[in-house]
């Protein structure tokens, strides 16, 4: 899969843009803040249905508008298919496919897009938000139907913690909570498909991951990935012990889920908020058997972050019908000595298509350079010669 031609109207800096893309290697090059990351953020968009540096939608619509617009031809083969989301400063977005209007949601069935940045650093040193957030984007590019799940479930907790905090309020126990349980029963049901699900990518995840971090680091680790989920009797929110994840049978975990609610109710009911389900879990990440929050080098930080994505483009590659993922590399170059740069671009080479975003040309190695656009306040110039 590539980008052939990509139109921005009114996204950030740009008023409007219109680029060419080519298969292989295409490199944005210009100073920081001419709006390099944001023809990236545009282009992994379609795929997440998010951005990579902020988590709403409104930054990205630029300063005066109600609304930007982004368009991209894809290609597969012979296969052709234009798609367009529109960013609304409030209300609900939408989306077309072929000129059709579809649900946002239905967009990452026809892009699939790996994007590493520097802010992917806050998987593995940030709160659990940012992992449960990078497995749930995956989770979506891999099955869409799951972006449905998951906004099912965020929409139920947020029903079920509203009620929490009126009981709250009214010091209402009891039986006066008997609507309490028909959210449960809702949370109980989405929450148990999300964490099936994540604890299936977890597994399907360890050996890319192992793979690609002795690629990038040139040894051997061990890196290993686990969820602490709260229905098993962690708390990732508030305290650093997991507790081992259960097999991911859906009867066992529903179970465990419902008897960890009934045990928390009270804790539940005196704070005003859900204390138990995915929205409070963990993937705990390890190099030779210690954390690699609090225990990592900054260089083995940065490997086990691009492992992650190297890992995820590699399974996508592996499933899908749409040929390779669209690979990304948002300022990553930079962050890198001289080994890992090399080690890095000698991975994502063989991509269909890769797109690299530096502030000097220089730090992206050679073998990445071969069709260069320099970005300049918004404006777009192609440099006719690529580096031999």
């Given amino acids: 899969m590539i980008v052939e031609q990509l139109s921005l ?29 944001n023809l990236a953020e545009a282009i992994g968009y379609f795929a997440t249905l998010g951005s990579h540096r902020v988590s709403q939608d409104a930054p990205m619509v630029r300063d005066g508008a109600d609304a930007a617009f982004v368009r991209a031809r894809l290609a597969h083969g012979e296969r052709r298919v234009q798609l367009e989301a529109q960013l609304n400063r409030s209300g609900s977005n939408k989306a077309r496919v072929n000129g059709s209007p579809v649900r946002t949601a239905e967009l990452p069935r026809y892009a699939q897009v790996v994007l590493f940045a520097p802010e992917d650093l806050q998987i593995v040193r940030g709160d659990p938000s940012a992992r449960r957030r990078f497995a749930d984007q995956l989770l979506i590019q891999r099955a ?24 709250r ?30 604890l299936r990518l977890a597994a399907e995840l360890a050996g890319p991951v192992a793979r690609a971090y002795t690629a990038i680091a040139g040894a051997d680790h061990r890196p290993q990935l686990q969820w602490a989920l709260s229905v098993g009797g962690a ?13 991911a049978d ?29 929205h409070r879990d963990d993937l705990v990440l390890r190099i030779r058997d210690l954390p690699v929050k609090g225990y990592a080098s900054h260089g083995e930080s940065w490997s086990v972050a691009l492992s992650l994505r190297l890992a995820s483009a590699e399974l996508l590659r592996a499933e899908s019908t749409l040929g390779d993922p669209i690979v990304i590399l948002d300022d990553v170059f930079a962050e890198l000595d001289a080994d890992r740069r090399a080690r890095l ?27 260069t656009v320099r970005v300049e306040a918004g404006t777009l110039h192609e440099e006719s010669d690529a580096p031999v």
């Fill in 169 to 198: 309020a009214r010091g209402v126990r009891g039986e006066g909570l008997s609507t309490l349980e028909v959210w449960d029963d809702k949370l109980v049901a989405l929450g148990t498909d999300v964490i099936r699900a994540r």
């Fill in 9 to 37: 109207v009114d996204f950030r800096n740009y008023a409007a843009a219109e680029l060419a893309l080519a298969p292989g290697a295409n490199v944005f090059v210009g100073r920081n803040g001419q709006g390099k990351t």
């Fill in 345 to 371: 671009a000698g991975i994502v080479a063989d991509y269909e298509q890769v797109i690299v975003t530096a502030a000097v040309a220089e730090d992206v190695p050679l073998e990445l350079r071969a069709r």
């Fill in 250 to 278: 859906a009867a066992a975990i529903e179970q465990l889920f419902r008897s960890a609610l009934a045990e928390r109710r009270s804790a539940e009911l005196d704070r005003g908020i859900t204390l138990v389900g995915p």
């Fill in 235 to 247: 708390d990732p929110e508030e305290d650093d012990s997991p507790a081992e994840a259960p097999v």
């Fill in 144 to 167: 869409p139907r799951l972006a449905g799940v998951l906004a099912d479930y965020d929409r139920v907790l947020k029903q079920r913690n509203a009620l929490l905090k009126s009981a």
